[in-house]
């Protein structure tokens, strides 16, 4: 077997701001592992959250190079896979399912326990700035067939900014996300003033047990957790204290961790959501083959930039669609790897 890696950059159309910070481009690292003539891909993209920069990326991957050119096959290789951070073992991991997909002839989704797929909405998402804008984007987005909105919120003029939106897209789904910005209080005052918000994703800093149990209690909307949901253990300990989880797999480590947090979730009576960072649709593809197994989708990181490089998994008019090709299903627009 054979690893190899590419660096490339991602320009957003425009900058998004959330509640920590404002982001206009991030680097990303195609993985592509090979075996036997077939060439399985994944992509990891660089964050400062998850502390993961190029050279980090690279690093880590020059040192698993030999570990692949030791092994047989895709299930050595899973075996002898060491201790890795979760974006790079997303990474890794999405390229080992690809690889597997291709050799037998199937899409990847046919592994994860989802042997039909069907076409399914995505939210897109409209970051924090002023209400006329924000109403604006909302129309435009409506307007191309969305029928769900995530809507980052965390600035003083949240309340006025989400009824902008109702107002100009009466019919959305909305999904409100502070990424941490609020406390319990401030979740419960804003969320009473709104009307057809559909869920609130992770209102309070990670870390607060209490606090976020304190919300729930009154929190007349589903509450989902993101950055207090990162593994399985975290997943366990959240029964009864929230709704839903946000399983993002360059958070948990991939196609594999994420099935074994979604089925710890529904075990434990939560809903999944299934969320993503600004990725290309290399990046996006595996969560979006998991889909059937999430309440609430959210895999627009590929929507949100100026160029993607990849393409096969749909979503510019609010729906997501995969190909009944084997593997990921996605193809570069400058160069077929395959």
Sequence with gaps: ??????????????????????????????????????????????????????????????????????????????????ELPPGVL????TALHDLTALRQGVPVHALVGVPQWTDVPTACTIGIGDPATAAANAAELAARGFTVLKVKVGSEHDVATVKAIRAAAPDARLILDP??????????????????????EQPIAPGRPDDLAWLHDRCPVPLIADEDAATAADVRALAGVVDGVNVKLAKCGGITAAREIIDIAHASGLDVMLGCLVASSLGIAPAVHLTGHARWVDLDGHLLLADDPWTGIGGEDGTLRLSPAPGLGVVSKRVEHR
């Design 90 to 93: 997303a990474a890794v991991d």
């Design 179 to 200: 990424n941490g910005g609020w406390t319990a209080e401030q979740a419960v005052r804003i969320v009473e003033q709104l009307t057809g918000v559909d869920a609130l």
């Design 1 to 82: 077997m054979k690893l190899d890696w590419t660096v490339y950059g991602l320009e957003l159309r425009s900058p998004l701001r959330i509640s920590r910070s404002v982001m206009a481009r991030r680097d990303a690292v195609r993985v592509v592992v090979e075996c036997d003539g077939l060439r399985g891909h994944g992509e990891v993209v660089t964050s400062q959250y998850y502390g993961l920069d190029v050279s980090r990326i690279t690093g880590l991957l020059r040192d698993l190079a030999p570990v692949v050119a030791g092994c047989a096959g895709p299930a050595e290789l899973r075996e002898r896979l060491p």
